[in-house]
């Protein structure tokens, strides 16, 4: 009996063998060529490098447009702000001949809606008479004897201007070189 073990168990692992050969045979014969595939896979990656280019290219163009745009456009607000402005001098002139007070107070009504034009756009005046002279926001006209101590503003020829905190234009001043003696 152990001869008919024997048999049955060498031809149950020829049996098993040769199935384990027709699957290596079955999944050489299905499987892709491997320089086939990294052909492929190239393909791929070259495909997604073009059209990632094409995007960026795209963004670049893009982005120049809107800059333009914007140098363009960018003070859009403010000139539309601006015409209120020029109505109100329109109007100021207007005035009948003789009637001084009635164009003194479209000018000032004109003054003060420019004034309040340039708060809400962040320009802020430098009004200097009374302060230290500071050569970071003021430009000194000339120095002239006066009763203030050295050194101090003493008249404004022509207010100066700050951008959100940046200087756009110098207070011009006349600043006091101190007592005369």
Do not use: C
């Not at 199935?19 to 892709?32: G, I, L, N, Q, W």
């Not at 050569?135 to 959100?164: C, F, I, K, R």
């Amino acid at each position: 009996m152990s001869d008919k073990r024997k048999e049955s168990g060498k031809q149950k692992e020829s049996q098993e063998l040769d199935a384990a050969v027709d699957v290596d045979e079955v999944t050489v014969d299905d499987a892709v060529d491997p320089l086939e595939q990294l052909q492929q896979e190239n393909n791929e990656l070259k495909d997604r490098l073009l059209r990632t280019h094409a995007e960026m290219e795209n963004l670049r163009k893009r982005s120049e447009r809107q800059v333009a745009d914007a140098h363009k456009f960018g003070i859009e607000k403010f000139a539309s702000a601006l015409l209120d402005v020029a109505d109100n001098m329109e109007r100021a002139l207007e005035v009948e001949a003789g009637n001084e007070e009635a164009l003194r107070e479209g000018v000032q009504l004109t003054l003060n809606s420019w004034h309040d034009l340039m708060k809400r756009f962040h320009v802020e005046r430098i009004d200097a008479v009374g302060q230290q002279f500071d050569p970071n926001w003021h430009e000194a006209l000339t120095q002239m004897p006066s009763d203030e101590p050295e050194g101090t503003v003493v008249a404004q020829h022509v207010a100066g201007y700050s951008l959100h905190g940046r200087l756009i234009r110098p207070a011009k001043v006349l600043v006091s070189s101190g007592p005369q003696k």
